[in-house]
């Protein structure tokens, strides 16, 4: 490790102590690869990945402790990753640009919540080998693989998500 790789973590650690992760969440949006920056501050990431900034992750507090990246995982640019709750993607995934993730449902405090409250799937979110297109729901479990088309919807957290007819 160089001089001014050394330099650049060091601030990268003193940025994060000062303003926490949102401040490295603003980082990701720049980045061209956001490899290092979530290994950093503390997600796992396999061997062999390839995630594309900008990058968008909501609910990471107080860091990436909640995202599990498999060996060779690619994820396109502008994709949203929710951490509500641990999400795994595993080997082989590919999430397209554009993709959403989420682990929880919440429509905040509005009127609405007492018709829809605040939904947490427990354990973890997991993407299997698969591809995910543009717009797609929740990453629950499947015990296959699956294809998220566009315009992707889940009717029940714990189905696979499948394509609009």
């Known amino acids: 490790m160089g001089v001014r790789a050394t330099l650049h973590g060091a601030w990268l650690s003193a940025l994060y102590r000062r303003r926490g992760i949102?401040?490295?969440?603003?980082?990701?949006?720049?980045?061209?690869?956001?490899?290092e920056l979530l290994v950093r501050f503390?997600?796992?990431?396999?061997?062999?990945?390839?995630?594309?900034?900008?990058?968008?992750?909501?609910?990471a507090n107080p860091d990436y402790r909640n995202l599990s990246i498999g060996d060779n995982v690619h994820v396109g640019p502008l994709v949203l990753l929710d951490l509500a709750e641990r999400l795994v993607l595993e080997d082989d995934a590919t999430v397209s640009m554009g993709t959403t993730i989420l682990t929880h449902a919440d429509v905040g405090?509005?009127?609405l919540a007492d018709i829809y409250p605040r939904t947490v799937e427990p354990?973890?979110?997991?993407?299997?080998?698969?591809?995910?297109?543009?717009t797609s729901?929740?990453?629950?479990s499947s015990p296959q693989a699956r294809l998220?088309?566009?315009?992707?919807?889940?009717?029940?957290?714990?189905?696979?998500?499948?394509?609009?007819?």
């Open 148 to 165: 998220s088309g566009s315009r992707c919807r889940t009717e029940r957290p714990w189905e696979a998500c499948r394509p609009n007819r």
């Open 137 to 140: 729901g929740s990453a629950q």
């Open 123 to 134: 354990g973890s979110a997991r993407t299997r080998p698969c591809w995910s297109a543009a």
């Open 42 to 59: 503390g997600a796992s990431v396999g061997q062999g990945c390839v995630l594309h900034g900008p990058l968008v992750v909501h609910n």
């Open 22 to 35: 949102a401040a490295i969440n603003r980082r990701l949006l720049l980045a061209g690869r956001c490899e």
């Open 109 to 111: 405090d509005r009127p």
